[in-house]
C-alpha cells in the first residue's frame, strides 16, 4: 500500500491545481450576465475544463486515501493544500507574501510532519 504522505502530497498537488486552473477560468470570464453568449464563454472555457479534470483526480485520490488510511491522519495533512496554493499564488500569480504568511506555512509543515510520525 503506498506511503499515506506519498499519496496526500499527490492529492494536495492537484487539489492546488484545481483551484489554480479555476482563478484562471474565472480572471478568462467576462462579468456575469444572463445572457447566451456569458454561458457559451462558460461552457467552451478550456481552463473550467481542467479545473473539473483535476478536481476529479483529487477526489477519486481523496476517496482511495480514506478508504485506506486513518481519517485522523489522513484529514490533518489535507492541509498541505494550503502550502502548495501559497507558493502558486507566488509563482504563479506573482502575488506578495508577507514573511507572516511562510511562518503560517512553516507551522503548517511542521504539524503534518507530526501527523505522519
Request: charged residues 5%; positive net charge.
Amino acid at each position: 500500500m503506498p506511503n499515506l504522505l506519498i499519496l496526500a502530497v499527490i492529492q494536495a498537488i492537484f487539489l492546488c491545481a484545481g483551484q489554480v486552473l479555476l482563478k484562471i477560468a474565472m480572471q478568462a470570464m467576462p462579468p456575469f450576465s444572463k445572457t447566451w453568449h456569458y454561458f457559451s464563454t462558460l461552457l467552451t472555457n478550456w481552463w473550467l475544463l481542467g479545473c473539473g479534470i483535476t478536481f476529479t483526480i483529487a477526489g477519486v485520490m481523496w476517496m482511495y486515501i480514506l478508504r485506506h488510511y486513518p481519517f485522523s491522519q489522513a484529514y490533518p495533512l489535507s492541509s498541505m493544500a494550503y502550502v502548495f496554493g501559497m507558493v502558486a499564488a507566488m509563482l504563479i500569480f506573482q502575488e506578495h507574501i508577507p514573511l507572516t504568511g511562510w511562518a503560517g506555512i512553516l507551522l503548517i509543515m511542521a504539524g503534518c510532519w507530526l501527523v505522519v510520525q
